[in-house]
């Protein structure tokens, strides 16, 4: 089986706000489905690295690890593959949210994120999250 170690962020603005992404509809895994933004930890880099470079890659936006703070990790078996999914909380980033990839973005109250369809891994994340925010 195919394992996947990702780093993701939850962004919290200073009203509290989390963003999520959304897939786009050629992404061949869950697509439309809304996410925190992150992506794949590569050969030899830190979580934190994977983080700070995919926020700048897709998001156009610059962080240091120093403004990452490591909250849980969930680890989740799919049909096809396992993911273990990393998350940190950041409040601290400069430049303006665009995303590189032409996905949409949303500002989420806490407690609205269960309104968002996510992957079954990201979901599991929401109550600990609220509990953080």
Not at 91 to 112: A, L, T
């Amino acid at each position: 089986m195919i394992i996947q170690n990702v780093a993701i962020g939850a962004l919290v603005d200073p009203e509290g706000r989390v963003l999520l992404t959304r897939r786009s509809e050629r992404n061949s895994v869950m697509p439309k489905f809304w996410e925190f933004p992150g992506g794949k930890i590569l050969p030899k880099e830190l979580p934190e690295e994977a983080l700070v470079r995919e926020l700048r890659e897709e998001l156009s936006i610059e962080t240091w690890d120093s403004c990452l703070a490591p909250v849980t990790f969930v680890s989740h078996s799919y049909k096809d593959f396992h993911v273990i999914l990393f998350l940190f909380i950041c409040r601290r980033w400069d430049g303006v949210i665009f995303p590189k990839e032409g996905q949409k973005f949303s500002w989420v109250k806490k407690n609205e994120l269960r309104d968002y369809k996510m992957p079954e891994a990201n979901s599991y994340l929401v109550a600990i999250l609220r509990d953080w925010i």
